[in-house]
């Protein structure tokens, strides 16, 4: 199977983890659209009942085109499930996101489900997170200052992602600068607080203690891996 056909048969696989009644976090990612679209499958076909929050824009438009319901998340008591893309994932099921500049939205609703099912392909799978550039969303005032601070706090070369007209700017109206880290965040927590304490930074792209299962798409077909409960 190709890589495209791997992605979506990670992406449908995924859809095993919400049933009817439920209330799910709809992400953002070229894996996660095949969910979405096998979800708005089962709500047309099958009498799927869901409310579904999604955590862009594009999500949101694609969502609406399959005819699965949406709410805002103010309007619910938290979610059942979110299902979401990576850009890498570690032994520890610690997450870099952010590639795809939704990742303030991605989070508030990650930190609102009860659950958080990742679909991504077995190239995101790494020993130590950073060899992808690690997003960190910014306000737009004085971002220059808050990337000087992000290049101290880190060490590493840091760049703000550009748009077709300068500055990418986010569906929240902000920016995001690429730390190039490396492959040498061994302490995703410890990073992610010390950034969030700059004044500058919104959120950081680094998913820590949020992720419960990954859909694995590989060159052997889909694999499930589940997290530990350590509870």
Do not use: W
Not at 10 to 29: D, E, F, H, N
Not at 175 to 183: L, M
């Amino acid at each position: 199977m190709d890589v495209e056909a791997l992605k979506a048969e990670a992406g449908i696989a995924a859809c095993t983890y919400v049933t009817s009644g439920m209330k799910v976090g709809l992400g953002t990612g070229s894996t996660v659209k095949y969910t979405i679209l096998e979800l708005g499958r089962r709500v047309r076909e099958e009498g799927l009942d869901i409310v579904g929050v999604p955590t862009s824009l594009a999500t949101e438009l694609l969502a609406k085109e399959q005819g699965i319901a949406l709410c805002e998340l103010d309007e619910l008591e938290g979610l059942d499930v979110v299902i979401d893309g990576t850009d890498e994932f570690d032994p520890d099921f610690q997450l870099i996101k952010g590639g795809g500049a939704a990742l303030l939205r991605e989070k508030i609703v990650a930190q609102s489900s009860a659950k958080m099912v990742v679909v991504a392909d077995d190239r995101k799978k790494v020993q130590c997170l950073g060899a992808f550039p690690l997003p960190i969303e910014v306000t737009p005032f004085s971002y220059g200052t808050t990337l000087k601070a992000i290049q101290e706090k880190l060490g590493c070369e840091a760049n703000i992602r550009q748009g077709e007209d300068g500055p990418l700017v986010t569906d929240n109206g902000n920016f995001i600068i690429d730390a190039q880290t490396g492959p040498t965040i061994r302490n995703p927590a410890h990073t992610e607080a010390a950034l969030l304490h700059i004044a500058g930074v919104v959120q950081v792209g680094l998913f820590t203690n949020m992720c419960d299962v990954v859909i694995l798409a590989g060159a052997d077909g889909v694999s499930v891996l589940e997290k530990e409960d350590t509870s």
